[in-house]
């Protein structure tokens, strides 16, 4: 079932850069000592860390005194890195659930405490050490001012369509979300996407390698659109709803003709300065009225299943059709087992 192109304005990704740097290259020197009035949590910059803010953050700290900090993703090598040196300055992961997965297998990820969350309430089951706490549907968009209906790629395969579609193209240069995006635009029946053809991904991608323009910051892919420098972009969809709200700059439109999506995880790093305070927040974040406020804003799907029916009918409009046959969940399970390998073949890619 195909929902229309909606217009709008503004959220995963995700931050990958090559090799492990020292952690304190990432946020300086460590603590002194951990702070037992404050929790320091991984955030994507933009109108999505202002939501989270505005809608989860402040009120935790008015209800518990605790201080939330928000930092810069760092990408799991940097985490690694903190991990290996004992230099762990953060205390909560957010990110892809993908990230998670690897994550979890590469031993960062501290026990959660699962008695202090609602279980029955969570649509998708969480693990001993990450939560899933919302669902991101990602896709294609553009500025329809300058490109109306027949003039813009709606699924992948236009997307990658240069003839059709001439134009510079956005990706975020990190490999899950993008191979899959190469591996659709080829051809392959979502059903028949795992385990990923590889070289078949990279051969694509290779189609439109010199229309790429490699967002380096997730807020990067809505204003590389809204100042022209690229045509189209691969997106959240939270990112193009808040171009549509006031404040939100150039208007975007988005796609739901054919979304990736993803799961995004919580998760308390090993070694976490704060890991009480962690536990706290995290449960704080998947209260049912705590994920409708967040998500009035975002316009992503909650996973509390109470939350979906606090959030507004406008709220609601920005969520994805799941029963679309052209939609493709990524696999956290294949980038766990698979993403040390992957990622530096397609850093290198990029590069060459």
């Not at 300055?89 to 501290?110: L, M, N, R, V, Y």
């Not at 694509?204 to 910051?217: E, P, Y």
């Not at 995004?264 to 976490?272: E, F, T, V, Y």
């Not at 994920?291 to 509390?304: E, I, K, T, W």
């Amino acid at each position: 079932m195909k929902k229309s192109d909606f217009t709008a304005s503004r959220r995963s990704f995700l931050a990958g850069t090559a090799g492990a740097l020292m952690a304190s290259a990432v946020l300086g020197p460590a603590r002194a000592a951990a702070k037992s009035d404050t929790v320091t949590i991984i955030n994507y910059g933009g109108s999505y860390q202002d939501a989270t803010v505005k809608a989860v953050f402040e009120p935790f700290t008015k209800e518990t005194g605790i201080k939330v900090e928000n930092v810069p993703v760092p990408g799991l090598d940097k985490i690694k890195a903190m991990e290996l040196t004992g230099n762990v300055e953060i205390d909560i992961f957010i990110g892809p659930g993908t990230w998670a997965a690897s994550g979890s297998k590469q031993g960062f990820w501290e026990k959660l405490d699962l008695s202090m969350l609602d279980l029955k309430d969570l649509a998708i089951q969480p693990t001993n050490e990450d939560v899933t706490y919302e669902v991101v549907t990602m896709g294609i968009a553009w500025d329809p001012k300058k490109f109306g209906p027949g003039k813009h790629p709606s699924d992948f395969v236009e997307y990658f369509d240069l003839k059709k579609f001439p134009g510079r193209r956005c990706f975020r240069p990190v490999p899950d979300q993008t191979l899959e995006a190469a591996l659709l635009a080829d051809g392959v029946a979502p059903k028949d996407l795992y385990p990923l053809d590889l070289d078949r991904a990279f051969k694509s991608l290779n189609r439109i390698k010199s229309s790429i323009v490699w967002a380096q910051t997730v807020p990067q892919t809505i204003f590389l659109v809204q100042r022209g420098e690229v045509d189209f972009t691969y997106t959240s969809v939270n990112r193009i709803k808040a171009t549509n709200d006031e404040g939100g700059g150039v208007p975007l439109a988005f796609s739901f003709d054919q979304n990736l999506i993803i799961t995004d995880s919580l998760g308390i790093l090993k070694g976490a300065p704060n890991k009480e305070n962690a536990m706290k927040l995290i449960a704080y974040i998947l209260r049912p009225e705590v994920q409708a406020r967040l998500y009035d804003l975002l316009g992503l799907l909650p996973a509390s299943t109470k939350a979906k029916a606090l959030m507004s009918e406008a709220a609601r409009k920005w969520l994805p059709d799941l029963s679309n046959p052209k939609n493709v969940t990524i696999s956290s399970e294949y980038w766990a087992n698979n993403f040390e390998k992957v990622n530096p073949r397609f850093l290198e890619w990029i590069q060459s």
